[in-house]
């Protein structure tokens, strides 16, 4: 594969980041007044965009980063791959996770004197349930999990690298186990899927460092990305391009799969229908993924400026993106407009605020040198001049 910088992966993996900020939105961040329980049609269509965005969000993201993984490997050797990902995973996680949560008690705290000035009897509510200790909770990743994961793939997948290189495997057995490897991990992942809760999306479990269903699933993806990488087909397209050439059907059928997994929610008490509900869910999911795929290739793949700006954004404006939030859901919950009206605002201006911090206080500062690489004021004029504006 011609290893020229693949822009509508870019756009992509910029969308799946930028999606986690609508989701949480949708989300009644505790303790704020929550709308679960609600049975509004407003409550229901948040909650069905919430449940669609969370059953291919992540292991899109995941198969996105396994391809950039074995690209960046073939690139630096085995061991430049982990330096640059200790240094642009694993650091941000060790850096940002004190900084992220003592933002979120910030947050908590400005999100309480808001909501007892315009919510007092919320507030005392609130203050009831924080002094019976209520609230309070253990050791949770936050929504960080993702980098703490992928740096656990990360050393997961050197270790097999490093493996497969010592024994030296003929290239045409490579070619028949990287075949049989492709056609079997849609399958295998039916196994730790089927030991999840039967909550109806795919398991999140942030308490623990390690959890196997979760490490399992999501790593699956990861592999079948970096086994994506470098394979054309007979006609010498991309495999990656051609996964997504059907991208119309194949997000039709994702969201045909996914609207009857969720007509089947009430029945996965039974191991049979919760065997049912998995194939479906998990058959969604590839089809979101390839879909998705061919949909940015189709209408991102020309190298524009603002898909690199996005890129590197998104990164920054998804670590920070749950302080924010719950800053300002104690803000815009207690304003009396409809449900959908507070979760498009919330929205708008969590990406705002995100941008504008991003924009001024982090691209060109050693916090952006740490999360996308050194960029320069003189350089990305160039740059956008090249690729237009």
Known sequence: MNQQRLYYLDALRAFAMLLGIVLHAGMPLY????????????????DILMGSIHSFRM???FLLSGFFALMLLNRRGITGFVRHRLRRVALPFAAGYPVILMSMIGAYIAGYIVIAIVDPELGKELEAKAESGEES??????????????SLFVGTFALIMKFLQSIRIPEALQFTLRKVLMLTIPLLLLIP???MSRDGTPEVDTYSLLNWR?????????L?????????????????????NKWKFLLSVALTLLMFSFALTDFTKSSVWWFVYCVVHISACWCFCFGFIGLFNRYFSEGKYWIRYWSDASFFM???HLPVLVFMQAIVIPIPVPLIAKFLLQCLLAVGMLY??????????????LLNGKRTRDGYSELKEALGN
Do not use: C
């Open 193 to 195: 899927y089927l030991f």
């Open 318 to 320: 998804y670590l920070m």
């Open 31 to 46: 303790p704020w007044r929550s709308w679960s329980g609600d049975e509004s049609a407003q409550a229901l269509s948040i």
């Open 224 to 244: 079948f990305g970096a086994l994506l990488f470098g394979q054309n087909t007979k006609s010498g397209q991309p495999l990656i391009e051609w996964i997504g």
């Open 137 to 150: 909770g253990g050791f949770d990743l936050m929504h960080l999990w993702f980098l703490w994961y992928l």
């Open 356 to 369: 504008v911090m991003y924009r001024f206080a982090v691209r060109y500062t050693w916090i952006g040198r």
């Open 59 to 61: 292991p899109l993201f």
């Open 214 to 222: 979760m490490f399992t699933y999501y790593f699956g993806y990861f």
